[in-house]
Nanobody, 121 residues
């Protein structure tokens, strides 16, 4: 069984920073791409950032220059450093990994349960 657990959310003032983490555990053969999504109240979930196994990153336009994602393959962990936070960044942030679990012959997408980020003005 594979699990993803996020941490690092909380309440921060506008202009502040937070660092989110997401770690995978379980019977894992390999982890391919990792990503961060967010969902604000009343809105659809949207992609924030992705990072490939080799470290290539992509970002949504609304976070470029402010957020940075990185990964530690040995720790099966992805990070999201969020700087210059704005009230509109308030959302539940979810990690998503494409994982090839032991006993399977292809990768599958797994999701964390989310961590809440609130940015006050």
């Amino acid at each position: 069984q594979v699990q993803l657990v996020e941490s690092g959310g909380g309440l921060v003032q506008a202009g502040g920073s937070l660092r989110l983490s997401c770690a995978a555990s379980g019977s894992i053969f390999s982890i391919n791409a990792m990503g961060w999504y967010r969902q604000a109240p009343g809105k659809q979930r949207e992609l924030v950032a992705t990072i490939t196994r080799g470290g290539t990153t992509t970002y949504a336009d609304f976070v470029k220059g402010r957020f940075t994602t990185s990964r530690d393959n040995a720790k099966r962990t992805v990070y999201l450093q969020m700087n210059s936070l704005k009230p509109e960044d308030t959302a539940v942030y979810y990690c998503q990994f494409n994982i090839w679990a032991i006993g399977f012959n292809h990768g599958m997408d797994y999701w964390g349960k989310g961590t809440s980020v609130t940015v006050s003005s």
